[in-house]
C-alpha cells in the first residue's frame, strides 16, 4: 500500500504563487498516473491535473498556464507549482495515485492526507 504524504500550501494573496509535493511512502510511484484534485468547501471535487510516468500531463481548463505539475521518478515525488492564483482557487488539495489517466476521483487507488490553499483577494 501506497502512502502518499503532502506539503506546502497555505495563505496567499491573489496573483501569488505557492507549490505543493506529494511524496510517496512504502514503496515507489512506479508507472503509476499521479492525479491533483481539489474540493472547496460545499462544492464537488474537481480534476486539476495528472501526470504519466512519462512526464506528460493533462490540466483541466480553469487552471492550464497557470499551474504546473511535474514529477520526479528518482525521488518518487510529484509537485503541483500553482502560479497567479485565484480567490476561486481556494480548495483543499489532494494528490492521488493510480493505474488510469483518467480526470475521475473514483479511478483513482492512494490518496494524500489533502492540503488548504487559500487565496485572499
Known amino acids: 500500500q501506497v502512502e502518499l504524504v503532502q506539503s506546502g500550501g497555505g495563505l496567499v494573496q491573489a496573483g501569488g504563487s505557492l507549490r505543493l509535493s506529494c511524496a510517496a511512502a512504502?514503496?515507489?510511484?512506479?508507472?503509476?498516473?499521479v492525479g491533483w484534485f481539489r474540493q472547496a468547501q460545499g462544492k464537488e471535487r474537481e480534476f486539476v491535473a495528472f501526470i504519466r510516468w512519462t512526464g506528460s500531463a493533462i490540466y483541466h481548463a480553469s487552471v492550464s498556464g497557470r499551474f504546473t505539475i511535474s514529477r520526479d521518478n528518482a525521488k518518487n515525488t510529484v509537485d503541483l507549482q500553482m502560479n497567479s492564483l485565484k480567490p476561486d482557487d481556494t480548495a483543499v488539495y489532494y494528490c492521488a495515485g493510480g493505474r488510469v489517466g483518467s480526470m475521475m476521483g473514483a479511478d483513482y487507488n492512494y490518496w494524500g492526507q489533502g492540503t488548504q490553499v487559500t487565496v485572499s483577494s
Open positions: 512504502g514503496r515507489t510511484f512506479g508507472n503509476d498516473i
